[in-house]
């Protein structure tokens, strides 16, 4: 792909991202913007193997979710559990604190679930593509991650 | 918790991000920098080839010069074991036939691996001058 119309697709693109991927981070606006270049890089990358001008959200969404999985997995290898949900816990942007709480106390299958079907409205199918498993787990993620923010949002209301 | 309060929550999810120039911007120097490693890898590739062939041609002439020392070669050989050797034995007739071929490979090898080291310099050098004088 030339690089004019890639650039192009971002544009288009870019706001959207960092929305997702700020809710992802719960909040952590920095590491957001971080994973969201790398993303780009990435689609850069393999760019040239892409035809299908109209599924580029749902193909950056899914180097999107890769990538953060991968800076999940290299986190937990190079730092202890705990200094890894102290950088998820401390969001950067406050005006949604208790939804990042909320959203960072469930698990990251579930997050993505919850947030392309309710935020970015996907439709289960669509996640399934992006999350790479199939439909049915898609919908326990999603009933699953409905009643674990349920109980986290009951709590954060109450403290 | 249903479907519709969680729809409410996410609709109105509007985080400040940082200003979209600034992450462009970012992005521009980052792709800046993968295309020229993209160019130097692909340029890396082009010499990497012209080196071969050169190698190549090189390989296939020193080659077919060494080979013509080949009988020079077998009757050093012959002299040398008959000095070193008084009885001729037929187990030492066979090292002297193979022995000329074995040096006359080595060399080639060895011819074939610093030509390609000198090639890939020289054309490298060579390359790099012609991007420096088009920049």
Known sequence: MERQKFVRYVESTQEMLRRFLTALCCGDRSLADDLAQETYIKAYLSSDGFREDAKFEAWIRRIAYNTFISYKRKLTITADLDEASAVLDEPTDNSYSELYHALAGISDKERTAILLYYMEERSVKEIAS?????????????????????????NAQLQ | MNDSDLKDIFAGFNPDLSPSDKFMARLGLELDAVEMIRERSKQQRRISRMALFVTSAVSLVAGFLLSLTVPYLDSLMIKLVGYILSDSSPKFSILVDCLPWVIVSAAVVAISLYTYDIALTVIGRRVEIRSIRAE
């Open chain 1, 130 to 154: 992006i999350l790479d498993i199939s439909s049915e787990a898609v919908r326990q993620q999603l009933s699953r991650g409905r009643q674990h923010l349920k109980v986290l949002m009951i």
